[in-house]
């Protein structure tokens, strides 16, 4: 994948006191416009041919990953069940999250990694609602536990962002929101194949056709870097950080 970075902060023909840069005739171009053809460019990388790629290896590790934990020796062991299925939810919240932001350096990974981790600890509601570090009770609980309800998402992804701001966090952390939204959102869709989609105070969805939930799952990562660009999460990060974005 490839990265993004701004061109306007290196490069040597544009210059911030004289407010423009040089076309390629040499003529003087209006930094505004400069700056706003850089943005289309980004987002157009938004569904580049290694963007589009990726998600849909995405899909295909999906029905790959799926139909091994369908296997007999997994389905006749809890444990081991459990563990892979989660390893799932993770490594599709890692995988999303790696498309969002591209890996061109090492805090990528790091990032991708923090991604799969927010995706996995999700389910540790479970224990949480059944009181008990039995797997069986965690399984077999009457109702879903909190961090399950998707009326949640907003919620926390918007207060993580307040919270933020109150802090005065640098803006090399203002895409921790995304990374939340992308983590729980991936999960929450995966299970309502099974499940449905918990929406708050309106109880759940009927379960998700299983192709909703594979096309959904491939086309998050793409949402979300439209949403960010949006809402100039995009500039923050390529022009100020030049951190790598190309989705």
Not at 66 to 88: E, F, G, K, P, Y
Not at 98 to 104: E, F, K, N, Q, Y
Not at 157 to 163: E, G
Not at 225 to 234: A, F, H, K, P
Request: hydrophobic share 50%; with cysteine.
């Amino acid at each position: 994948m490839q990265g993004f970075y701004s061109k306007l902060d290196s490069s040597s023909s544009s210059s911030p006191l004289l407010g423009a840069g040089l076309g390629r005739e040499g003529a003087p171009v209006p930094l505004s416009l400069a700056v706003e053809t850089e943005k289309a460019q980004a987002l157009l990388q938004t569904f580049s041919s290694a963007s589009l790629l990726a998600s849909a290896g995405l899909g295909v590790f999906c029905v790959a990953a799926d139909h091994a934990l369908q296997l007999s020796i997994i389905q006749h062991h809890l444990w081991l069940r459990a563990a892979l299925d989660n390893a799932t939810h993770g490594l599709v919240g890692l995988w999303s999250w790696a498309v969002v932001i591209g890996l061109r350096k090492k805090s990528d990974l790091y990032e991708v990694l923090l991604a799969g981790f927010l995706a996995s600890i999700i389910d540790l509601d479970h224990f949480y609602m059944a009181g008990s570090l039995s797997l069986k009770a965690a399984v077999s609980l009457p109702q879903r536990p909190p961090l399950h309800c998707s009326s949640l998402i907003p919620v926390l992804c918007l207060s993580l962002r307040f919270l933020m701001w109150i802090g005065r966090l640098k803006d090399a952390w203002c895409s921790l929101p995304w990374m939340l939204f992308i983590a729980m959102a991936t999960h929450h869709v995966r299970d309502a194949v099974r499940h449905g989609l918990w929406v708050c105070p309106f109880g759940n969805t009927a379960p998700i056709p299983y192709w909703l939930y594979v096309s959904t799952t491939a086309t998050l990562p793409h949402l979300c870097s439209v949403l960010m660009y949006l809402t100039g999460t995009r500039d923050v990060i390529s022009t100020k950080h030049g951190v790598a974005i190309d989705v």
